[in-house]
């Protein structure tokens, strides 16, 4: 079996910075696209930041230039930087990540998630 492992989050002031990882681990043969999405109360899960295996990134509008995405290809992780945060990006942060398995077929992961807020 696959699992999504995320570390990091917690409370932070705004302005502050907070860093996020999420580990790939188990019965896989490739780690493809892994990224970051994100869930506030009341709304719906949103795409935050994703970064291809070969490292083309697509971020949301509203983190570009204050997150920053990364990954380790031979670790299977990958990383979120966040700085100058701002309490709208409180939410709980999703790891994903479409990873082929031995039979070689690509399937779409979720990690537990991981609760990040921003105070004022």
């Known amino acids: 079996q696959v699992q999504l492992v995320e570390s990091g989050g917690g409370l932070v002031q705004a302005g502050g910075s907070l860093s996020l990882s999420c580990a790939a681990s188990g019965s896989l043969f490739r780690v493809n696209d892994m990224g970051w999405y994100r869930q506030a109360p009341g709304k719906q899960r949103e795409l935050v930041a994703l970064m291809t295996r070969g490292s083309r990134t697509n971020y949301a509008d509203s983190v570009k230039g204050r997150f920053t995405i990364s990954r380790d290809n031979v670790k299977n992780t990958v990383y979120l930087e966040m700085s100058n945060l701002k309490p709208e990006d409180t939410a709980v942060y999703y790891c994903?990540?479409?990873?082929?398995?031995?039979?070689?077929?690509?399937?779409?992961?979720w990690g537990q998630g991981t609760q990040v807020t921003v105070s004022l």
């Open positions: 994903n990540a479409d990873i082929t398995g031995f039979d070689l077929r690509a399937r779409a992961y």
